[in-house]
């Protein structure tokens, strides 16, 4: 039988809207440093986030926009450098404040840690970007709310496959049948739905207009009591931001 005992989270998109004006600038910050005179426009990066990860993603823009790239002898040596230098750019963003959190997710970390609900994180991002995020918008104590922060390379494939949200209920040794997923992507979700997880899906720029059949209910935001979402999909009754009772319901549905 379900039983509600923890709440899993992607971070890119659901936790804060990370894409636009951080991962995207940390990455053109890296190719200006590099001397590589590409420059990822918010369109071009729209189309890009079509792969996870930043390297398979800087892999992807080689092969499919850069045909006539002098190519390295060594290029998965020269991804990872630029993605080294990409992080570190990220990280100083962060660490500005200049990334907040979306709305009701700091209200909504709060209600479940205080009803029992454990929290886990499953996310393709590098694991540093997510602790250094909390830390800039909830305090350093904050990374240690989650029982588990599955991020990046720990897993061979990242979404959509479903690796990193297995790596996560393995972890924490829960079962899909345990646990709510919070996702803002079509590859999010694929990747949650995969691993046999209920998940709302929280829309952002980038990902209105995704296919999110499966999702138990989409929205535009968590919202809050004075700041309502909007339901896009699903049935949230007479409720008007999610919170711990909305969560419970939708996942015994
Ligand atoms: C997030 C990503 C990540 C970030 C960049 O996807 O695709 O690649 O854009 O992070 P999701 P890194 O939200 O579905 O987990 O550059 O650290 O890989
Ligand atoms: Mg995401």
Not at 9 to 31: L, Y
Request: net charge negative; hydrophobic share 45%.
């Amino acid at each position: 039988m379900k039983k509600l005992k923890a709440l899993l989270f992607d971070v890119d998109g659901t936790v804060s809207d990370t894409e636009r004006d951080g991962h995207r600038v940390a990455f053109n910050q890296a190719f200006s440093e590099a001397g590589l005179g590409w420059h990822w426009s918010i369109e071009t990066y729209g189309r890009l986030l079509e792969v996870t990860g930043g390297k398979e993603r800087i892999r992807h823009f080689i092969d499919t926009f850069q045909p006539a790239f002098d190519l390295p002898a060594d290029l998965g040596g020269f991804i990872r450098k630029l993605h080294q230098t990409k992080t570190r750019h990220y990280l100083a963003l962060l660490e500005s404040a200049a990334i907040p959190l979306r709305p009701g997710v700091e209200r909504l970390l709060k209600e479940a840690r205080a009803s029992g609900l454990r929290l886990g994180i499953a996310t393709t991002t590098t694991p540093a970007n997510v602790t250094t995020l909390l830390t800039a918008t909830l305090g350093a104590e904050s990374v240690s709310w989650f029982d588990v922060i599955a991020a990046g390379d720990v897993v061979a494939n990242k979404k959509p496959a479903p690796d990193i949200f297995r790596y996560a209920l393995e972890k924490m040794k829960l079962t899909a049948d345990d646990c709510l997923a919070f996702e803002d992507s079509e590859n999010g979700l694929q990747s949650s739905l995969g691993a046999g997880l209920t998940t709302v899906v929280t829309v952002n720029g980038y990902t209105l207009g995704q296919d999110f059949n499966g999702a138990v209910i989409v929205l535009d935001q968590l919202g809050e009591p004075d700041a309502a979402f909007t339901v896009l999909a699903g049935n949230a009754s007479d409720a008007t931001y999610v919170d711990i009772a909305l969560i419970k319901r939708l996942f015994e549905t």
